[in-house]
């Protein structure tokens, strides 16, 4: 039980949508990840999916809704069930919380993400 | 369904020890807070407690372990069951995260804060 330093998990690693799990809260996987470019759009049926963008600016999608730009200390919950698309023009460094055994691409076709432990 | 600033919502009160929400995750408060001084030791039996340091610096005391200096940048989950006491010497500002219904105060003898929204 030791405090988690996330900018030196973040230098851990350099790939894109590449969740990092750095801790756990109840049911839940504290991760980090480096976003660059377009994910696919998704939704998570059973679950809100929690954003908080530490370093760089991320775009948010909402199927149907003006893009929002997410910058440097805001937070984005998308609400379960709601399609959506993360995306960024340069690389954006954010902190997610997902249940365990979410897969990431939600109902997308895009392959889960592995969420190795750092 | 858009972005929170948590500069912004931390700009809107000045007292200590006193949760406020900006927004949910499933079943959880996502909170904001400021501390100073010291909290009264308590666990919380049914949920882990999660700390991220925005600004400043915390100390974490766990019952029987050496105190624990949280900077900015820092994340710190205490797990249920684990007697744990906030404490900062100059004000710091964190993000929380407690399940909804969840007194702040845990198992002590302090009067829970209401945790108003933001």
Not at 9 to 28: E, I, Q, R, T
Not at 71 to 95: D, I, Q, Y
Not at 97 to 106: D, R
Request: hydrophobic share 35%; charged share 30%.
């Amino acid at each position: 039980m030791r405090s988690i330093n996330i900018s030196e998990k973040l230098a851990l690693f350099s790939s894109h949508w590449d969740p990092h799990v750095v801790s756990d809260y109840n049911d839940n996987d504290v991760m980090v990840v480096k976003f660059k470019g377009e994910y696919p759009f998704h939704k998570h049926e059973t679950t809100d999916d929690f954003f908080y963008v530490l370093e760089g600016e991320m775009i948010m999608d909402i199927e149907g809704k003006p893009s929002q730009v997410v910058k440097a200390g805001e937070l984005f919950v998308v609400p379960k069930g709601v399609v959506h698309r993360p995306r960024a023009e340069t690389e954006v460094k954010v902190l997610l919380i997902e249940p365990k055994g979410e897969p990431n691409s939600g109902d997308s076709d895009r392959e889960p993400a592995p969420k190795p432990r750092i």
